[in-house]
Protein backbone atom coordinates (compact mmCIF):
# COMPACT_ATOMS: atom_id res chain seq x y z
CA UNK A 1 0.00 0.00 0.00
CA UNK A 2 1.72 3.60 -0.67
CA UNK A 3 1.09 6.13 2.11
CA UNK A 4 1.05 9.57 1.39
CA UNK A 5 2.36 11.79 4.31
CA UNK A 6 0.79 15.73 4.02
CA UNK A 7 -1.31 15.72 1.45
CA UNK A 8 -5.29 15.46 2.36
CA UNK A 9 -6.30 12.27 0.44
CA UNK A 10 -9.31 9.95 0.19
CA UNK A 11 -9.00 6.65 1.48
CA UNK A 12 -11.03 3.49 1.47
CA UNK A 13 -13.45 3.45 4.33
CA UNK A 14 -12.78 -0.25 5.22
CA UNK A 15 -9.68 -0.79 5.68
CA UNK A 16 -7.88 2.59 4.98
CA UNK A 17 -5.98 2.52 2.02
CA UNK A 18 -5.11 5.71 0.30
CA UNK A 19 -7.32 5.54 -3.23
CA UNK A 20 -6.99 9.40 -4.12
CA UNK A 21 -5.73 12.66 -3.43
CA UNK A 22 -8.02 15.51 -2.63
CA UNK A 23 -6.89 17.55 -5.02
CA UNK A 24 -7.73 15.28 -7.85
CA UNK A 25 -11.27 15.74 -7.20
CA UNK A 26 -13.10 17.54 -10.67
CA UNK A 27 -16.28 17.85 -9.04
CA UNK A 28 -18.65 16.23 -5.80
CA UNK A 29 -22.04 16.89 -7.80
CA UNK A 30 -21.90 13.40 -9.17
CA UNK A 31 -24.43 10.72 -8.06
CA UNK A 32 -23.25 7.50 -7.38
CA UNK A 33 -25.43 4.03 -6.86
CA UNK A 34 -25.84 4.36 -2.79
CA UNK A 35 -25.92 8.54 -2.67
CA UNK A 36 -23.62 11.13 -3.44
CA UNK A 37 -20.23 10.30 -5.38
CA UNK A 38 -17.42 12.26 -6.89
CA UNK A 39 -15.27 12.70 -9.99
CA UNK A 40 -11.55 12.43 -9.83
CA UNK A 41 -8.64 12.72 -12.25
CA UNK A 42 -6.63 10.03 -10.84
CA UNK A 43 -6.97 7.22 -8.64
CA UNK A 44 -4.28 4.78 -6.91
CA UNK A 45 -4.23 1.57 -5.01
CA UNK A 46 -7.25 0.43 -7.04
CA UNK A 47 -7.74 -2.15 -9.55
CA UNK A 48 -10.47 -2.15 -12.65
CA UNK A 49 -12.78 -5.10 -13.06
CA UNK A 50 -14.04 -6.15 -16.38
CA UNK A 51 -15.40 -2.96 -18.77
CA UNK A 52 -19.26 -3.32 -19.19
CA UNK A 53 -21.72 -0.59 -21.03
CA UNK A 54 -23.60 0.79 -18.47
CA UNK A 55 -27.02 3.18 -18.47
CA UNK A 56 -26.28 6.30 -16.50
CA UNK A 57 -28.30 9.19 -15.62
CA UNK A 58 -26.38 11.01 -18.16
CA UNK A 59 -26.68 8.40 -21.08
CA UNK A 60 -25.15 5.32 -21.98
CA UNK A 61 -21.19 4.85 -20.87
CA UNK A 62 -18.18 1.65 -20.86
CA UNK A 63 -17.55 1.65 -17.36
CA UNK A 64 -15.19 -0.58 -15.11
CA UNK A 65 -15.81 -0.91 -11.49
CA UNK A 66 -12.80 -0.25 -9.15
CA UNK A 67 -12.34 -2.35 -6.16
CA UNK A 68 -9.60 -1.14 -3.30
CA UNK A 69 -6.61 -3.02 -3.73
CA UNK A 70 -5.59 -4.05 -0.23
CA UNK A 71 -9.65 -5.25 0.68
CA UNK A 72 -11.44 -5.14 -2.42
CA UNK A 73 -14.14 -3.19 -2.03
CA UNK A 74 -15.76 -1.51 -4.74
CA UNK A 75 -15.50 2.10 -4.47
CA UNK A 76 -16.94 3.44 -7.64
CA UNK A 77 -16.27 2.94 -11.31
CA UNK A 78 -13.88 4.23 -14.00
CA UNK A 79 -15.13 5.75 -16.92
CA UNK A 80 -13.28 4.02 -20.15
CA UNK A 81 -16.44 5.13 -22.91
CA UNK A 82 -18.94 8.31 -23.20
CA UNK A 83 -21.33 7.38 -26.07
CA UNK A 84 -22.81 11.01 -26.15
CA UNK A 85 -20.31 14.37 -27.09
CA UNK A 86 -21.40 15.94 -24.13
CA UNK A 87 -19.77 12.92 -21.58
CA UNK A 88 -16.38 12.64 -23.59
CA UNK A 89 -14.84 15.02 -20.80
CA UNK A 90 -15.36 11.78 -18.00
CA UNK A 91 -13.56 9.22 -20.21
CA UNK A 92 -10.34 8.06 -18.14
CA UNK A 93 -11.66 9.76 -15.11
CA UNK A 94 -13.05 7.93 -11.79
CA UNK A 95 -15.81 8.18 -9.88
CA UNK A 96 -15.75 7.30 -6.08
CA UNK A 97 -18.79 6.78 -3.81
CA UNK A 98 -18.82 8.88 -0.39
CA UNK A 99 -20.16 6.33 1.25
CA UNK A 100 -17.12 3.74 0.26
CA UNK A 101 -14.43 6.57 1.12
CA UNK A 102 -13.22 8.82 4.41
CA UNK A 103 -11.16 12.07 4.85
CA UNK A 104 -7.49 11.81 5.78
CA UNK A 105 -4.97 14.19 7.26
CA UNK A 106 -7.45 16.73 7.33
Keep these: ?34 GRAFLSYHAMNVTTGAMEDR ?13 CRDCHEVLGWKYERAYEESQKYKEG ?14
Design 55 to 67: QLMTGLHTVANIH
Design 1 to 34: MAELVGPRVYSCRHCRNHVCLHDDIISKAFQGRN
Design 93 to 106: RFIFEKAKIMQENW
